[in-house]
């Protein structure tokens, strides 16, 4: 029997009508676009369009069937600005022993011989077509199935339930689909037919029309099975240390003073440092488990100053964030449930992930708006949620695109006057002087230097994205001009902190966020690298961080730093003790010192020479917590815990989130 892209409820060959299905795409509760299926006796096409702050997903797939209802050929397509299609861009037809992708023209064909047993689909899809693959998992044998070009899939059921609202019931079945030997699944909400129901739990989220109020259920019943997941995981791949542990014999970097200090032993109870000193003098207490650092390098753990909390950074994202060397990740916008949860149960030592700051995200009430519940349009509304971050242990505010003008002032006075600092995006219409003179003590991203000279006003109809606006003008902006040594100049005398994301913006990383990349990408990198060569000469405080979830980019990010020719201990104090006084924090992190908590990294290589050797990190302490890289690996789903030759970001979670 010819195997098609995904099994379908029937369709009568004789059916002479359409049939369309609606869902939206929900914005925390507020309606971002939709995804439609139209189904005919010869045809089904999926057209999955939605804002997402300045970009979204504009995505049209088109699917032919035979005469027995089997999908055996289709194409992919953009949905452009007017709403029609676009030209295709990616194609399958299903032969007789073979599936074949590509076009004719610009995207290769290529043959790829199909089993028997396979689910075939094309390269890309909709959540329509995950709802299909959970569908055709469920039924095959172990709920396991290769998949044509794309290794296997496994299909686990976690929840079957009733949902009751008065006197509607609703069946609901969350299904999470691991691919290959990954340990992070995607989930789909299915109904009592099979069908697409809800999509998991995101910041947009696809759901049937009426169903909107079961979505907290949906969320609880999700969140339960992941919080406990990730707690079953941590403890996999944490080393058990019984008594002290020691790290002997290593060459400690002091990031106090920007200095290597031969052969030192570092002691750890608990989670505190109790001593460190020379090798020959420091001796390991009876019974303690000891690492030997003889030829290896020991320093604090490091500081991920931009990173998204998601539902998978307790577990699989987490883990990606300690193989790179993160202790503490600053989290600069997500669900307040999710980050909250996160933060106090790895401090209670369940999960295996860096320590947490949060700062809350708070948005205006513009179709552009970010995602998040936190909308505000008036001062009471401001000063309310500012409060309730506070309540919430939240060190800092983060403002975002679309807040008004006016309501600067009054959230930086609220926020200062509860100790919490100020930074964001800069809100339309106004300037980075402007945003640090009201109250920022810190800039996100590196891109509003550019986008600073080219404002759009706050109402101007067409809006422009600050990101396209730097990638159209980086590559023939002065970056000597009179006005940018000005703005310097203005940020050094405010001491207002960079978190520039270069690893975002240099190579074409704008492309990412949907900024198109550059016609002459060489000059904006030659641009923003002369930047950070010239905040750092004045003095501008810099921070390090990636914009993404997994910190896959953060080493990267340094390494920007290093051909800007910064000094490389100074980027590593840049990366340990410079940020935790950022964060006032500096008393308890941001260096290997007696009463500290211990975040310590052992790596065998000189990292205080060269930024690249951070790729030999071999052990993590968090919180006392030890432990090994290669186990950490074998918790992701690497083989045999080894760590990926490929370019950074390859895994697939280095997608970056806040632009």
């Not at 290593?250 to 505190?272: A, H, I, K, N, Y």
């Not at 207490?285 to 998204?308: C, F, R």
Request: with cysteine; hydrophobic share 40%.
């Amino acid at each position: 029997m010819l195997l098609h892209l995904f099994p379908l409820v029937a369709l009568a060959a004789s059916a002479i009508t359409t049939d369309t299905t609606r869902w939206i795409v929900s914005n925390h509760g507020r309606e971002a676009g939709d995804l439609v299926v139209v189904r005919s006796p010869d045809s089904v096409v999926v057209r999955w369009v939605f804002t997402d702050r300045n970009r979204g997903t504009r995505l049209e797939m088109r699917y032919g069937l035979n005469a027995k209802g089997e999908l055996v050929r289709g194409e992919q397509r953009p949905v452009l600005a007017d709403g029609t299609s676009g030209a295709p861009t990616d194609a399958y037809e299903v032969g007789t022993d073979s599936v074949w992708y590509g076009l004719t023209n610009s995207v290769p064909r290529v043959a790829v011989k199909r089993s028997p047993a396979a689910y075939v689909s094309a390269r890309g899809g909709t959540p329509w077509e995950q709802a299909s693959l959970a569908r055709f998992l469920l039924v095959q044998p172990s709920r396991t199935a290769s998949v044509l070009g794309a290794g296997t899939a496994r299909a686990e059921l976690i929840a079957d339930t009733t949902l009751r609202d008065g006197k509607r019931r609703q069946r609901a079945r969350l299904v999470m689909v691991y691919r290959g030997a990954s340990t992070m699944p995607t989930g789909t909400w299915l109904d009592e037919k099979g069908e697409l129901l809800a999509t998991d739990v995101q910041w947009f989220i696809v759901v049937r029309p009426g169903v909107e109020p079961f979505l907290p259920a949906l969320r609880a019943i999700e969140l339960k099975w992941r919080n406990a997941a990730a707690e079953e995981l941590a403890k996999k791949v944490v080393t058990k240390v019984d008594g002290a542990l020691v790290i002997q014999n290593g060459d400690l970097f002091d990031s106090e003073r920007g200095v290597m200090v031969p052969r030192q032993t570092v002691v750890v109870q608990g989670d505190r440092i109790v001593a460190v000193g020379a090798a020959a003098s420091t001796p390991a207490p009876a019974g303690a488990t000891v690492i030997d650092a003889t030829g290896k390098t020991i320093m604090p753990g490091m500081w991920e100053m931009h990173t998204h909390l998601q539902v998978s950074n307790q577990s699989t994202l987490g883990l990606m964030q300690l193989t790179q060397g993160l202790t503490t990740a600053r989290d600069l916008a997500s669900d307040i449930d999710v980050a909250v949860s996160q933060r106090d149960r790895e401090r209670a030592g369940k999960l295996a992930t860096p320590r947490m700051i949060l700062a809350g995200f708070m948005e205006g009430p513009l179709k552009w708006a970010g995602p998040t519940e936190v909308v505000v349009s008036t001062e009471a509304q401001a000063r309310a949620w500012v409060a309730r971050y506070d309540s919430l242990g939240y060190k800092q505010i983060k403002l975002y695109n679309v807040t008004h003008p006016d309501l600067v002032p009054v959230i930086a006075a609220e926020a200062h006057k509860r100790g919490m600092r100020l930074s964001g995006h800069i809100p339309r219409g106004m300037s980075m002087q402007a945003a640090v003179g009201l109250g920022y003590d810190e800039v996100q991203h590196a891109a509003f230097f550019f986008s600073n000279f080219f404002p759009d006003s706050l109402y101007l109809p067409q809006m422009r994205a600050y990101s396209q606006v730097a990638t159209a003008v980086a590559p023939t902006f002065d970056v000597n001009s009179p006005g940018m040594s000005s703005l310097i100049d203005f940020l050094a005398a405010h001491k207002t902190v960079i978190d520039g994301t270069f690893n975002l913006w240099i190579g074409g990383g704008a492309s990412v966020v949907g900024a198109g990349g550059s016609n002459n990408q060489e000059r904006a990198d030659s641009a923003y690298m002369l930047l950070i060569r010239r905040l750092y000469a004045a003095g501008v405080p810099l921070v390090a961080g990636t914009d993404n979830s997994a910190g896959v980019t953060y080493r990267r990010e340094l390494e920007m730093y290093e051909k800007a020719n910064i000094p490389v201990p100074k980027i590593l104090q840049i990366a340990t003790i410079d940020a935790a006084r950022v964060m006032k924090e500096e008393k308890d992190y941001g260096s290997v010192t007696v009463g500290k908590v211990a975040d310590i990294l052992v790596v065998g290589g000189k990292p205080a020479e060269h930024v690249s050797d951070l790729q030999k990190i071999e052990a993590v302490i968090r919180g006392g917590r030890y432990y090994r890289i290669s186990d950490l690996l074998l918790g992701i789903g690497t083989r045999n815990g080894v760590r990926s030759t490929g370019a950074e970001g390859d895994d697939g979670c280095g997608a970056h989130l806040d632009p």
